[in-house]
């Protein structure tokens, strides 16, 4: 069965007409939906870096990148979450384009996701694409699945970290990284 199809059977169970001038072409529109929200299975992190990695020219310090918006759906409701993440990495012989840690963190944000997995597959990510001394990610976002069901907390928001290499075993990188992410951090 194609997904308007499905989409039309579950228009049907919910007690909608789908022959109803407002839904008639709501099955075409989930789907065309649906693929864009889950482009990030059709891509790899390889594809999206491309020639964006370089020579670090003797930068050994933190590099960052704050506030990169992100939507993803909920695996287990297909409901929207959405927030920011925040990524760092000391170089170790090589830098990325900056452009290309946002684009990192779609490839996982446009699938079914958890946000515990996506902070991890980005740290994962960076490191392979890297291998720089360290990497830290910090993703903080709201849930509809909590907001509009189910506990129905509005204003309730999850953060979840994942700290590799010194990030990890170096208290002074880690408090230093987390400093920032707290500094001048957008509210959702």
Do not use: W
């Not at 499905?6 to 065309?32: A, F, S």
């Not at 994942?162 to 500094?183: A, I, M, Q, W, Y």
């Amino acid at each position: 069965m194609s997904v308007p199809d499905l989409v039309r059977d579950l228009l049907v169970r919910l007690g909608e007409d789908p022959e109803r001038e407002g839904l008639k072409r709501t099955p075409e529109r989930v789907t065309r939906s649906l693929e864009e929200l889950t482009v990030g299975y059709s891509q790899t992190v390889e594809e999206v870096v491309g020639q964006g990695v370089f020579g670090s020219e003797g930068i050994s310090e933190m590099v960052m990148v704050k506030d990169i918006e992100f939507y993803s759906l909920c695996e287990h409701h297909l409901l929207p979450f959405y927030g920011r993440v925040h990524v760092a990495y000391i170089p170790d012989g090589r830098i990325i384009g900056l452009s290309k840690i946002p684009r990192i963190v779609d490839v996982f944000a446009r699938r079914l996701q958890v946000q515990e997995r996506m902070t991890q597959q980005i740290a994962q990510a960076i490191e392979s694409v890297l291998a720089p001394k360290g990497v830290g990610v910090v993703a903080h976002a709201s849930h509809l699945c909590m907001m509009m069901r189910g506990v129905q907390k509005q204003n309730s928001a999850a953060m979840t970290s994942c700290l590799l290499g010194c990030f990890r075993s170096d208290p002074k990188t880690r408090n230093e990284f987390l400093g920032l992410v707290r500094s001048f951090t957008r509210q959702l």
